[in-house]
């Protein structure tokens, strides 16, 4: 059973910076699409980070610079560095899985995934 668990969430002040982590169990992600994503109040969600199985990343624009996609392989973990966070990336977060290898579009739609975690609170006030 697949299984993604996101932490690291919580509450920061503009400016400030978080790591989140995604625990991945039961699926082989080395080599396969992970993103992630984030959901705020009354919007949809949105693809804000994601690395393929090569390792090559690709960010949304609103946080290019900002935030930064690795994995462990050793540790089956997917991190998202964020930096210089602002009050517009509260938002829950949520870390996903696909089966393949490469992007099927551009690696930062939610229908390219198969598996979702439960999300991570993360408010950023001013």
């Known amino acids: 059973q697949v299984r993604l668990v996101e932490s690291g969430g919580g509450s920061m002040q503009a400016g400030g910076s978080l790591r989140l982590s995604c625990a991945v169990s039961?699926?082989?992600?080395?080599?396969?699409?992970m993103g992630w994503f984030r959901q705020a109040p009354g919007q949809e969600r949105e693809g804000v980070a994601t690395?393929?199985?090569?390792?090559?990343?690709k960010y949304a624009d609103s946080v290019k610079g900002r935030f930064t996609a690795s994995r462990d392989s050793a540790k089956n973990t997917l991190y998202l560095q964020m930096s210089n966070l602002k009050p517009e990336d509260t938002a829950v977060y949520y870390c996903?899985?696909?089966?393949?290898?490469?992007?099927?579009?551009?690696?930062?739609?939610?229908?390219?995934?198969?598996?979702w975690g439960q999300g991570t609170q993360v408010a950023v006030s001013s």
């Open positions: 690395i393929n199985g090569f390792g090559t990343t």
């Open positions: 996903a899985a696909s089966s393949f290898q490469r992007w099927r579009t551009s690696g930062l739609f939610a229908d390219e995934y198969d598996y």
């Open positions: 039961g699926y082989t992600y080395r080599n396969k699409c």
